[in-house]
């Protein structure tokens, strides 16, 4: 099995099985709506991107919303200059959301552990505040950019495509919103899961491992590790800015709230909590954490009562009032609690209980030799 | 002269809050070697202490009487105002002050919760494991704040007589403009005198010069058989009273809010790594620099030169500072550089 | 084949002077010893070699390329490979990859974005990977997470990663230290087998049945300086020796 998974176009199908087919075994899990599904895609590229920096060279960037917001903008630009496809748009905000991670990059990376973090975080806060500010018009300030019926649109126009009606992207033809968004933002992530599995089984990606795991050796075994964290940083932009841009394919408005810091926050936390440094990890982290913040933001004391109206009043009562500040508004208080036991008890994240439970069975099923095999960790020093 | 003299007093109050957040960091960074991303929330839960307390205070009789409209109203009065008629009012009105009594003892219960039961177990742990998992803390507690007070900002005046303005400029004969409001004066003079006990206390204890022993060279404090550990604990405390001191005070100039602290820790430990991680002096002097700074940058006429600098020139002081001088203004060479 | 040849370094931390003058000449395929008392300046010479450290005054020539000033991945780019004092290795990851790691250093240069193609396909590097391992007796491990690996067999690991890149000069900073007698006497064994490839070694030991087994020429570093030069029969009667080391006692 573990050999099978080896092969990258097994491993690739399986994945793109699975996306492609969310919309039908989510359904009874009440997460089968396209706007859901889209987030679900569009969450999943952002965190597999971070986690070619952080899971790979352990580089903590606290500031990779500025990314996503910078790809949301060039995107939203893209649909009033030039057309209403998404394709040029996809293609400008991945392209601008690398340059400009070039250049952040390559200063941040002057640095490493917690003043690298605080580098990117200040590059974000400076992004967010200035979007707000002096920035305005190209971002169009708090009301947020979006798209309007009196922008030239070149491209269209030359095509002699005229857009009718509402305002939507598109991609020739077929209409960005629903369950073709849905698609479309899948097939992105299909083709950025399959770069970031060729990468992570690249030597370019071993040496981003070697980076994590000893940068001083790696100088000494000499090689220069500056570029391979850039490209790292650069790579990981990219994905955030094409997440940005499907976040505007979707919906076609850019706000500056998209570069907080709280937005870099939250792809941490997916990336944790999936398990960063892993293939799927972040995805899964992703997946989670929105399907989540959808059902638990949803509740209300309402349907809490009529989901425990099952109990006797009194108890009822009791089960509703503890349960009832976790849900609703105050999702992110169960975020938070979730978060930190991850961190506490599972550093590894969401894999690694899997991978630990996996391996309680195999010892289970089969003695103690087994165990050893299936965890490197565990195998018997050389004799000496 | 006008102009700068009022702006440098704009920034002090900022800068003194600042700098009493970033003290606490650097101290539990120092000696535990922990960072800590949820001091914000400790400066929050000072704010809350002074709201939670003039909750209490204000605390009324609800009762029926009847009124002119034909039926009864519902009229609120104060038990303390009850009780103690105008005494219980003043002591209403300052509330803000009066909390600080109860917020040291709140806040030593908060740091050593946290110390003993989260911190302590992340000394060994990567920073990026520490990050996250005070991170996550912050996040919590501030959702439970905002479970219980809502979301939006609670305004908490400072007391009646304090609330004009000190006319300092003809105190230093610099004319009538130069105005500057009672309670940030007394907050300035509040983070001054919070930091010099803070910094005589260690400087002039036995148990002060063992902590900064330990901020040197922790192993060989160790060594020397010191419990080292019970005291770091207790430098936790005090950095969570700090901060929760600097939230109590800084509620008449910012009515608190859940969020408060998370904007305020990005700000401190931008300051902290402005000041040098690890120095205690260089956090203090980069918290008031950088209030000064953010004021002045907040001008009309430096705006009109450089738009948008007001927004951004705490960061970009960080920057620069990182870039040309890694280790901050008065850092220590080496220090968390892997 | 190149000589090292290090002239006039000196290097002080604060107003101490851990090294004074010191000069050395290294002929190509010899191999070396520096001992010492503790705290002669032994390993912050190897530092100096390595750009770890940058010394205050002097020169280090590999052959005719200036090794000060280089950041270390240049000097290891020229054919310098270190082991350090504690095993600088890969601690996460297991054994075949760190030693295929600095196996791509020596293919691939300093930087090269080799992110597409599969590292199962990159079998030339594997199997000279394999080779060396197999050399310094790792080969049954070598699937094993490197951090799991007793100290010794990190020793010899961190010496694979080094003899994978066919360096022309190797430092050794006590490559047998915290080892057992038995051990010791297997890693001598491999370093004589490696000799025979004319690798130029510079050995750091403490232990004398190391130091005499191995080299060629012996330097004598006390206080910051080179004391005493020669081959093993020189340096065993050297009465400035005894001095050093007896005097260096209390």
């Not at chain 1, 857009?163 to 960005?176: E, H, N, P």
């Not at chain 2, 039961?117 to 919590?140: C, D």
Request: hydrophobic residues 50%; charged residues 15%; glycine residues 10%.
């Amino acid at each position: 099995m573990a050999k099978f998974l080896r092969n990258d176009l097994v491993v690739l199908a399986i994945f793109a099985v699975v996306v492609l087919a969310m919309p039908i075994w989510l359904q009874p899990l009440g997460a089968g709506y396209p706007d859901l599904l889209q987030r679900f895609a569009i969450y999943g590229i952002f965190a597999i991107g971070f986690n070619i920096l952080f899971g790979l060279t352990g580089y903590l960037s606290f500031g990779h919303a500025a990314f996503l917001g910078v790809g949301s903008y060039a995107a939203v630009w893209s649909f009033k200059l030039l057309s209403l496809n998404v394709i040029p748009a996809v293609m400008l905000s991945i392209v601008v959301a690398g340059l400009f991670a070039a250049v952040i990059g390559f200063i941040c990376l002057r640095r490493s552990g917690i003043y690298f973090s605080i580098l990117t975080l200040a590059f974000a806060q400076m992004s967010y505040n200035l979007a707000y500010s002096v920035l305005t018009p190209i971002t169009n300030g708090e009301t947020g950019l979006r798209v309007l019926r009196a922008d030239p649109r070149v491209i269209d126009g030359m095509l002699g495509v005229d857009a009718k009606g509402v305002l939507v992207t598109d991609l020739f033809g077929i209409s960005m919103s629903g369950y073709s968004g849905f698609y479309f933002c899948a097939a992105m992530l299909i083709i950025g899961f399959f770069f970031a599995m060729r990468i992570m089984r690249s030597p370019f990606g071993m040496m981003l491992k070697a980076i994590k795991s000893n940068q001083n050796r790696m100088s000494y075994t000499g090689f220069n590790t500056r570029p391979y964290a850039l490209a790292a940083f650069v790579i990981s932009g990219m994905y955030a800015g094409l997440a940005g841009a499907l976040l505007a394919a979707t919906d076609p408005l850019a706000g500056a709230e998209r570069m907080q810091w709280t937005a870099s926050g939250e792809v941490v936390l997916m990336t944790i909590l999936g398990g960063a440094g892993t293939l799927v990890g972040p995805f899964l982290g992703a997946g989670i954490i929105k399907y989540f913040e959808n059902i638990f933001s949803a509740f209300n004391q309402q349907a809490l009562n009529q989901a425990f109206s099952f109990l006797p009043e009194w108890l009822q009562d009791i089960v509703v009032g503890v349960i009832s500040p976790f849900v609703g508004e105050g999702w992110h208080l169960t975020l938070g609690v979730v978060f930190m036991l991850i961190v506490i008890f599972l550093p590894g994240g969401l894999m690694e209980g899997f991978r630990r439970l996996g391996r309680l069975f195999t010892s289970g099923g089969n003695g103690p030799d087994r165990r050893k095999a299936a965890s490197p960790a565990a195998q018997p020093q050389a004799a000496e | 002269m006008d102009a700068i003299v009022l702006q440098i007093l704009n920034g002090l109050d900022k800068g003194g809050a600042y700098a009493l957040i970033a003290l606490g960091l650097t101290l539990i960074f120092g000696t535990l070697g922990v960072v800590n991303f949820a001091h914000g929330a400790l400066f929050m839960l000072g704010a809350f202490c002074a709201v939670s307390f003039k909750k209490l205070l204000t605390l009324a009789e609800v009762t029926k009487v009847p009124s002119d409209l034909g039926f009864p109203v519902t009229k609120e009065v104060f038990y303390l105002e009850k009780w103690f008629g105008q005494t219980g009012l003043t002591i209403i009105d300052f509330a803000v002050p009066l909390a600080i009594l109860i917020s040291i003892p709140v806040m030593i219960l908060i740091g050593l919760a946290m110390e003993r039961g989260l911190v302590r177990h992340f000394y060994k742990r990567p920073h990026a494991e520490q990050i996250l998992v005070t991170f996550g803390l912050a996040i919590v507690l501030q959702e439970i704040i905002k479970a219980i007070f809502g979301a939006n900002p609670i305004p908490t005046p400072a007391p009646q007589f304090v609330s004009g303005s000190a006319n300092i400029g003809e105190w230093l004969g610099l004319g009538q403009f130069v105005v500057y409001p009672w309670w940030r004066l007394i907050y300035l003079l509040f983070s001054l005198s919070v930091l010099a006990a803070v910094f005589s206390f260690l400087r002039f204890t036995t148990w002060g010069m063992v902590v900064r022993a330990g901020m040197q060279d922790r192993e060989t404090v160790g060594l020397l058989g010191i419990n080292i550990q019970k005291r770091f604990t207790i430098v936790f405390a005090l950095a969570a009273v700090v901060a929760g001191l600097a939230g109590v005070m800084y509620t008449p100039i910012l009515p608190p809010d859940y969020h408060m602290g998370m904007e305020f820790l990005v700000l401190s430990f931008v300051v902290v790594v402005v000041g040098g991680m690890g120095s205690l002096p260089g956090a203090v002097a980069a918290g008031f620099l950088l209030g000064i700074l953010q004021s002045f940058a907040s001008m009309n006429e430096v705006k009109s030169i450089f738009p948008g600098i007001d927004q951004i020139i705490i960061y970009l002081v960080a920057v620069i500072i990182l870039l040309v001088r890694p280790r901050g203004l008065l850092g220590r060479k080496g220090v968390m550089e892997t | 084949m190149a000589n090292l040849s290090v002239k006039d370094v000196s290097k002080s931390f604060g107003g101490l002077m851990a090294l004074d003058q010191v000069n050395l000449e290294v002929t190509a395929g010899a191999v070396h010893a520096i001992i010492g008392p503790n705290g002669a300046g032994k390993s912050t010479l190897l530092n100096c070699f390595v750009g770890r450290l940058k010394p205050d005054t002097g020169t280090v020539m590999f052959g005719d390329q200036p090794l000060l000033g280089l950041p270390p991945h240049r000097i290891n780019q020229a054919g310098v490979a270190r082991v350090f004092q504690t095993p600088e290795i890969f601690e996460d990851l297991t054994l075949v990859d760190n030693v295929m790691i600095p196996a791509f250093a020596r293919r691939d240069g300093a930087f090269k974005l080799n992110a597409l193609p599969s590292l199962s396909k990159q079998t030339d590097v594997r199997d000279h990977a394999e080779h060396v391992l197999e050399d310094v007796g790792l080969a049954d491990s070598r699937n094993a997470i490197a951090g799991t690996l007793s100290r010794g067999d990190k020793r010899r690991l961190e010496l694979a990663m080094c003899l994978v890149q066919d360096p022309r000069l190797l430092l050794l900073d006590e490559p047998t230290a915290g080892m057992s007698r038995a051990d010791t006497n297997n890693t001598i064994d491999l370093l004589k087998k490696i000799g025979e490839r004319g690798i130029t070694k510079i050995v750091i030991e403490h232990d004398m049945h190391v130091v005499f087994s191995l080299a060629h020429r012996i330097s004598v570093l006390a206080q910051g300086t080179v004391i005493a030069e020669g081959s093993p029969d020189e340096i065993k009667g050297n009465p400035k020796v005894q001095e050093a080391y007896l005097g260096g006692t209390h």
